[in-house]
């Protein structure tokens, strides 16, 4: 069994948010935009930890920010009847499929399509229905008039909408939850099936340490050791006969028993009915008071866990959990588990990284039943990645990896990468290609808003430097990325930009492209072109070319004399003085660096990076960049 789907309302950053998931699922995408808060969502629905039974009560931040200025602009406007106005609900709703015989008997109750192949759980946390929203609407505007006839008309308008929405309350005391299956929304989801799924969360911020010490019921240790039964421990207690032996025998122990006896003789009457002597007993502990005062070692010299670096300790605080999850035949066994996997690369060098990355489906793997050399995925288990590595988003299988991101609307979306190849010879190449061409350098482009493909390390290395001329912002602050596709391979890339991942993308590509049909710049233009991705041609043949045409007089002239010096310090002082105060003849100076082009790029760059005062950046390329940073069309 499996999440094969969640939809989210007004939660957090979703507003209105749908994405499918698989039973290895890879989740990436920039830096707040709502990895975390997905996993929380399916945390209020399966999370059997006290702290999520705390926080299934939400407070007003978990609502989406929109969505509650939207309400409050709607309670502002006395155009609009109270009857007409709805407060927002936060909808969570997890469609699970595929499941096995035992884990169909949990979720019979909450089928929800004909064909009895789906099942739903929804979390919705909504006003309570004694809550008057007719009356609380009609308080809010009297306090809003109230307020503006006290402070004035005149200086009431020069409050911010901002600072007025704020005067408006929103009633969360009214709100509660509920969780139900299937289609039946008034009723709520029997306890005793819905503790039969689970959610483990190893969060980004977990305190690796802490938790690998069971030194109390709620550390992660402790409960991996008490999940097993009591009497698998029963031999432990067996030993504790012996320490009391020990005890009873022990001289020191002897005494000072003895002199406790001696000072209760001084001090106390003796009766028949009682006596001085003491004794010391060991009072046996019960076997959860035994595993409290175990810990991990780990390493061949091991040391405690509170020396370890964080590396080890949060790969070791990983291993455990999972080795725990992977056991189905603990005694706590349930018949599902989602796992969340928040961030493994924390503290992981790239070696690492790479090793738990290539490993890290065989979690959910088994051995097929009908062809044991086959593997299958566990119907038990489900495990949901977060990252931000371009380690870990290379390693596992790019059918497996959904980026988030907004769309040129804002709206947050889902896409799985390879979403829109078929299985037809084309398309199963251009996924060989990517593959092996998403390095951890390329796959930056889930990570950022804007990508530009060029062709080579020419412009791979000057892009940076002509785009913060352009724009006066870094490639990084404008969340831009630049792809060098090693050659004419665009075509491969636009495919993922065309099938869904809606983010801008500009192309710049030379005019004498000697390649596929496909891949011409023409072609280009007209196969891929749409209002998000731009295809820039050079004027010239080549890159470098149209970089001579534009600099070949004036101040930028003499930045590329001296480039052209910097790599061949002979021909090219000859050139420098044999032209003299003339113009750069394009095809002349061109036929100097054509064998030397990435060098000549390094040195150009490292001259521009020193003054780039007077040179002209080819206008193909000035139209492109214009074209990414376009507010209007962002």
Known sequence: MYISKLTISNYRTFREFSIDLKPLTLIIGENNIGKSNLLDCIGLIFSQEVSYYKRRMLELADFNYDTIVALKKKILDDSIQPELIEYPKIVIQATVKDWNPDQGAVVADWYSNETFTEATLTYVFAPVNQFDKNQHIIEQRNFISNYRKNYGHDEFKKISEENVLGL??????????????????EATVNPYFLNQLKFELLDALRDAGTELVASHQNKLLFRILNAKEDNAYQDLKGQLIYLQEAIKNNSTLTEI??????????????????????????????????????????????????????????????????????????????????????????????????????????LIKTQDPIDPKKKVNRKDIQLLITSHSTHIT??????????????????????????????KAKSRKQVRYLNKYLDATNTNIFYSRKTILVEGISEKLLMPIFFKKITGLTTEKASCCIVNVNGLAFANF??????????????????????????????????????LIQVQISSETTFEKDLIESNKSGEGRQILLDALVSIRPTVGKTYRDKLG???????????????????????????????DHGFTVPEYINKGILFLIDDKKN
């Open 394 to 423: 290379t390693k596992v299988d790019f059918e497996n990896t959904v980026v988030l991101y907004e769309d040129d609307d804002k709206k947050l979306v889902a896409h799985y990468v390879l979403s829109g190849f078929d299985d």
């Open 168 to 185: 408006i309350d929103f009633p969360i005391g009214k709100y509660a939850y509920r969780i139900y299956g299937g289609n039946a929304v």
């Open 581 to 611: 105060a003339g113009n750069i003849e394009v095809e002349a100076f061109f036929g100097l660096i054509e064998a030397y082009k990435s060098e000549f790029a390094y040195a150009l760059m490292l001259g521009l990076e020193e003054n």
């Open 257 to 362: 028993k003895n002199g406790i006896s001696d000072q209760l003789d001084k001090i106390s009457l003796a009766t028949d009915q009682t006596t001085n002597i003491v004794d010391l007993l060991f009072s046996t502990p019960e076997v959860s008071d035994l595993l409290k005062k175990i810990s991990l070692i780990y390493g061949t010299n091991p040391i405690k866990i509170e020396r370890n670096g964080t590396g080890r300790n949060n790969l070791l605080f990983i291993s455990l959990i999972l080795s725990y999850i992977e056991d189905i035949n603990h005694s706590n066994a349930v018949y599902f588990r989602v796992v969340g996997l928040e961030e493994p690369e924390s503290h992981l060098h790239p070696n690492l990284q790479d090793h738990l990355a290539h490993n890290i489906e065989l």
């Open 494 to 531: 636009l495919e993922i930009m065309k099938n869904g991942f809606f983010q801008r993308c500009l192309v710049l590509t030379d005019s004498d492209s000697k390649t596929q049909t496909l891949q011409r710049p023409l072609d280009l233009k007209t196969r891929y072109e749409s209002k």
